[in-house]
């Protein structure tokens, strides 16, 4: 039988090999290499030759082929090749093509006879197919085609489109259409049901040695001759040992499911996986129902996959094999909860060093998914240790040490990996990985293509790609990859996060949002956003899309449905929306500590995966405003590198000048900083935080001029300085513990000169000093965190006659410890917070003798206290649909005398209002929002709110006035600068010094897309005001209006390019408490305009903004930035 079927395939081969002497031979001309293509898989046994009239010889990985070559697979053999213009070509067995010619725009292809699978990257047009029967002009992206031995050619056309002809006709073939085609007939085109089962056979997974122990050399007579024949990929050989053992012993499990394994290497899945349940249903065996379960995947029967794992657990509920096929099938529907829980069970459960290995190896890879790269690194590095001779295993390990960051280790077990297995997709991918990592994104790619081309099913490979091509500048690869990593993994929404992030950067808003609300739908099935790296403007986050567009309510819906503390994504973004500079800075530095390596993010690309590298920025901006004119220089440096450890880092200089433009009083200032960030991960559960600051301004009056307080004599000096040390301890993937240390001291001193007391000298000494302590942690849908913190001020004034001195000091006290938990379950969420702040105040006035320190009066003493009492929180919120939710909040809550806290600043998606306090305030709020999203282009808002606050005061009445030393925080300062089209929500520009006093506001707004590139905001707030304190009681609290009134337009122009035009109205409002001082109504108009040029080498902010009634000039500024 086996001589007669020889004989056939001869025949057919030498009759092929006349038809192909009858076509025109290949002329092309080589590309700079010489090759055409290159070998990156062989399973079985191949075939090449250099030229039509060259003899055959074996064919081995990795081997190049040049123009004109032939290649073709003997039987029960398969082959994948990728081209040099990176065209993918899976060959089935008994496949023979010649490579004419591979370069982009002019590819040409003949195939002879057999089948082939290709996807084609990027190209538009210009890959031409020749088969016995047709010429296929391929326009598309993915395609199958076979040629049977009389010529008959079957094209099958998954996406892309592709011009079939020939003398006698020609059709145009789409996606899920067919061509048929034979010799001397036209084309003729079918609709097919379900395109995707003529590439099935692509998704065969190869035979792998290391897989099979039993076919060891020590193994009985014909296990061992089977497994030597598989090790020397004579797979011919390999048959004939099956049927000789099935001949004699046709119950014999092992051979039957080598039998099997065949069928699917020769592209018969189907007959595959019913030889599997026959072997399955006549004797149990587990390994052959986890392998069906595996090959049902492969054939997209995934919900009949999981029904027969259930079922045959059922039967045999200790089956190890079984066991690890439930945990794989629920880690690919983002079950990772129950995945980890599987792969634990079947750790313990594992007999020998093979099972052990294959169990550590699934649990490492399920929590490197989860985002616990320690447990994975050391999972997996068990793994090795047990099963060396494993290159997969192997690879998932390096891949580990990849995202770890780990580059050196990730290259010697990448390299050992493929010493062992030179096509072993999860190496290629992971070597791909590892070069994109490394900014060699050309050389990802082509890893990353020949990994997809053995294993296209491979999803996080597919994700890579499409940053690889993004950063090589073909969006449209991109795009395609990410659609291909959809279809391997329908549920994680990462794919359209990141489709996202590319579309919002290259100015498709409208795309970008719709990308944005894809994944918003799919966040339950997320395994962890680990692999997604943020800038500190937040550009991965799911609402940035919105934010971009000046959609600003709509985009807080959608970062507020994915928030997650852990995630420094969330906090960058968020410290983007809030109106104070106390919840900004918070959110900043709990972002820092949850990924200090931030600091390393570029501003010219769009942050996905972490890349070493560095830039150097430089700028400069000018400002004409009515009170001065100000000219300010930057120059920074910023970086990330693996070596010797992972760390970066963002150093800068900057120095501002302004010039008066004339009044009584009109100084003359110039400053200088330095600021410096730095972020180092020693190991991967310990990473190092350190912030700091120095600022030297000098302020002088021209000419000697008289102030308030004498006439100056030289220059007032304020000398800043902050530092900020911290690190954070990842228990988990799901539990963090966050530490930090802060310290601030700023400075004033002058020399002046009072006509009555003559020449003295004042000198100010402020410090602040902070700890903070945070533990979070996941629990399903529980999180629970808890924390302490601790503060003191100090305020030290002196002013020094020629024998008298008085001096002040004030004394601040703060400690909080507070827990808090969340939970979330369906549409319903709710929080509940307790906090118990304390707050003790204490003032001190002394006249004293300068030279002896004698009082000349009793000193004045003062105190002042915010008892520690609960504090409680309370929300509960109802999500309708993505980017639809009811919100309520009850909060109690006390501004703390810091520049940050590490406590939420938010109750679910309701802010605490800061910026209507001062340090030491008691605020107790109700409220509630409604989040709307009407359709893909329109969203709604209603908020409604009372709240009422009290201001620390002494016991004499007096109360704490501004801490200049907590308001000087810059860690805003230290990430990209990249100008957005932020809209802001809260309009208030007022200055709430009062003692007591209640709001209450309603706010409505509309959010709308009105096309591509053109987007509108509509705001209106009402407030109601009453000072409840002793001094102003009834009297409206100050900077409120009743009404206020914003309108925004932005259009986008491409990129990130953009111009901004915004109203806003405010109605008359007093300025002060006592209510003696009113700013009329009016409208304040706002104009910017921001511009990248030269491939984001430079960018260019201007803007103008002033009241429309003229009351005030208006204030012109301007910016412009340089990135190396």
């Known amino acids: 039988m086996r001589k007669r079927l020889a004989i056939v395939w001869a025949a057919m081969f030498g009759c092929l090999g006349v038809a192909w002497a009858q076509t025109p031979p290949c002329t092309a001309v080589a590309d700079a290499d010489g090759a055409a293509a290159q070998i990156v898989a062989l399973s079985g046994q191949g075939q090449a030759r250099a030229q039509a009239d060259a003899p055959w010889t074996a064919a081995t990985l990795s081997q190049r082929l040049y123009p004109g070559a032939d290649m073709r697979t003997l039987a029960l053999s398969s082959a994948a090749l990728l081209l040099a213009d990176r065209t993918q070509i899976r060959m089935a067995a008994q496949a023979r093509i010649r490579l004419c010619d591979a370069r982009p725009g002019q590819t040409r292809l003949e195939l002879g006879l057999g089948r082939i699978w290709t996807r084609t990257k990027g190209q538009a047009a210009g890959l031409q197919l020749q088969t016995p029967a047709a010429v296929a002009a391929v326009r598309g992206t993915d395609w199958d085609v076979e040629v049977d031995a009389q010529g008959h050619t079957t094209l099958t056309v998954l996406s892309g489109l592709i011009a079939v002809s020939n003398a006698q006709g020609s059709v145009e073939v789409g996606p899920s259409e067919q061509a048929s085609v034979a010799p001397g007939q036209a084309p003729v085109k079918h609709r097919l049901v379900n395109p995707r089962e003529r590439v099935q056979w692509v998704m065969a997974p190869a035979l792998v040695p290391a897989l099979w122990p039993e076919l060891d050399a020590a193994a009985p007579p014909w296990r061992a001759r089977a497994g030597e024949a598989l090790r020397a990929g004579q797979l011919q050989a390999l048959q004939q040992q099956v049927d000789a053992r099935l001949a004699t012993a046709p119950d014999d499990a092992l051979a039957l499911r080598l039998r099997a394994e065949l069928q699917a290497q020769d592209g018969r899945l189907e007959a595959a996986q019913q030889s599997l349940l026959a072997l399955w249903q006549a004797q149990r065996d587990s390994r052959a129902a986890a392998r069906r379960a595996q090959l049902l995947q492969a054939l997209d029967r995934g919900d009949e996959a999981r029904e027969f794992i259930a079922d045959a657990r059922r039967q045999a509920p200790q089956a190890f094999a079984l066991l690890l096929a439930d945990a794989d099938a629920r880690r690919l529907q983002g079950q990772g909860e129950a995945a980890l829980a599987l792969y634990r069970q079947a750790v313990a459960q594992a007999r020998g060093e093979a099972e052990q290995a294959e169990a550590e190896a699934g649990l490492g890879r399920a929590l490197l998914e989860r985002g616990d790269l320690a447990a994975a690194r050391e999972t997996l590095a068990r793994a090795v240790q047990r099963q060396g001779d494993n290159a997969e295993i192997r690879a998932r390990a390096a891949t580990a040490d990849t995202q770890a960051l780990h580059h050196a280790e990730a290259a010697e077990g990448f390299a050992a990996a493929l010493a062992q297995s030179g096509d072993d997709y999860v190496a290629l991918a992971g070597d791909g990985l590892l070069a994109l990592q490394r900014g060699e994104a050309e050389l990802a790619r082509t890893q990353l293509l020949k990994a997809l081309v053995i294993e296209p099913r491979y999803a996080q490979a597919q994700v890579w790609l499409a940053v690889a091509e993004y950063q090589l500048g073909n969006l449209p690869a991109a795009l395609d990859a990410l659609a291909r990593a959809r279809l391997a993994d329908p549920n994680d929404p990462l794919p359209w996060q990141i489709e996202s992030i590319l579309r919002n950067d290259d100015g498709q808003a409208e795309e970008a949002i719709a990308a944005a609300r894809q994944a918003l739908v799919r966040l339950p099935y997320l395994k962890s956003l680990e692999p997604l790296k943020s800038d500190s403007q937040g550009s991965a986050n799911l609402g940035k899309a919105l934010a971009d567009f000046g959609l600003e309510h709509w985009a807080r819906a959608y970062a507020q449905q994915s928030y997650y503390p852990l995630w420094a994504g969330s906090h960058f973004f968020m410290a983007d929306r809030y109106e104070s500079s106390f919840a900004r800075d918070s959110e900043m530095h709990q972002g820092y500590l949850a990924d200090p390596l931030a600091f390393g993010a570029s501003e010219r690309t769009a942050p996905v995966l972490p890349v ?47 010039h008066p433009r004339g009044g009584p009083f009109s100084p003359r200032m110039n400053s200088g900083a330095a600021r410096l960030g730095l972020g ?47 690190g954070s301890w990842r228990w988990s993937a799901d539990s963090q513990t966050w530490l930090q240390w802060s310290r601030a001291r700023f400075g004033t001193r002058y020399l002046a000169n009072d006509e009555a007391a003559g020449p003295y000298s004042y000198r100010g000494a402020d410090a602040h000093s902070a700890w903070m302590l945070r533990h979070t942690v996941q629990q399903g849908p529980m999180r629970w965190s808890a924390g302490w913190e601790w503060a003191s001020v100090d305020l030290d004034s002196a002013l020094s006659y020629s024998l008298v001195t008085g001096a002040e000091h004030s004394r601040l006290r703060y400690d909080m410890p507070w827990l808090a938990w969340e939970y979330g379950q369906g549409p319903w969420s709710g929080s509940a917070m307790a906090s118990w702040p304390r707050l003790n105040m204490r003032y001190r006035h002394r006249q004293y003798l300068g030279q002896t320190g004698e009082d000349l009066s009793e000193p004045y003493d003062d105190a002042g206290r915010q008892r520690r009492r609960l504090r409680p929180r309370l929300g509960l919120s109802y999500r309708f649909a993505p980017g639809r939710a009811l919100h309520f909040a009850y909060v109690e809550s006390m501004y703390s005398p810091t520049s940050h806290t590490l406590a939420p600043v938010s109750v679910g998606a309701i802010p605490i209002d800061y910026q209507y306090q001062i340090p030491g305030s008691l605020a107790r709020k109700l409220a509630m929002q409604l989040d709307w999203e009407i359709d893909r282009r329109s969203f709604a808002w209603l908020s409604l709110s009372h709240q009422k606050i009290t201001n620390a005061q002494y016991d004499n009445g007096s109360m704490l006035y501004p801490l200049e030393v907590l308001y000087s925080d810059k860690v805003g300062s230290l990430g990209p600068l990249i100008q957005t089209a932020q809209t802001v929500i809260d309009a208030y520009n007022g200055d709430p010094q009062f003692d007591r006093g209640r709001l209450s506001q309603v706010a409505v707004a509309y959010n709308r897309i009105l096309s591509p590139r053109w987007s509108v905001l509509t705001g209106y707030t009402w407030s109601h005001s009453r000072n409840t304190g002793e001094y102003f009681p009834g009297n409206a609290l100050p900077g409120f209006p009743r009404h206020t009134g914003v309108l925004v337009n932005v259009w986008k122009h491409g990129g990130r390019d953009y111009t901004l035009l915004s109203l806003v109205y405010r109605s008359g409002r007093f300025t002060q408490m006592s209510n003696q001082t009113v ?46």
């Open 680 to 726: 180092i991960k020693p190991s991967d559960r310990l990473s190092l935080l350190l912030l700091h600051d120095e600022d030297r301004a000098r302020t002088w009056i021209p000419g000697s001029a008289s102030f308030s307080d004498g006439t100056l004599d030289g220059a007032i000096r304020q000398p800043f300085s902050r530092t900020d040390v911290g």
């Open 612 to 658: 070493e590298g560095s830039e150097w920025i430089a700028g400069m901006s000018a400002e004409r405003n009515p009170d001065r004119h100000t000219g300010a220089v930057e120059l920074g440096h910023r970086g990330l590198t693996t070596q010797p450890v992972p760390m970066a880092w963002r150093v800068g200089l900057d120095a501002m000048d302004f």
């Open 1079 to 1124: 700013e009329g109504a009016g409208w304040t108009l706002g104009l910017m305009h921001s511009m990248d040029l030269r491939e984001r080498r430079w960018s260019l902010v201007t803007s103008i903004q002033g009241p429309l009634d003229g009351r005030v000039p208006p204030t012109f500024w301007l910016r412009l930035r340089w990135r190396s």
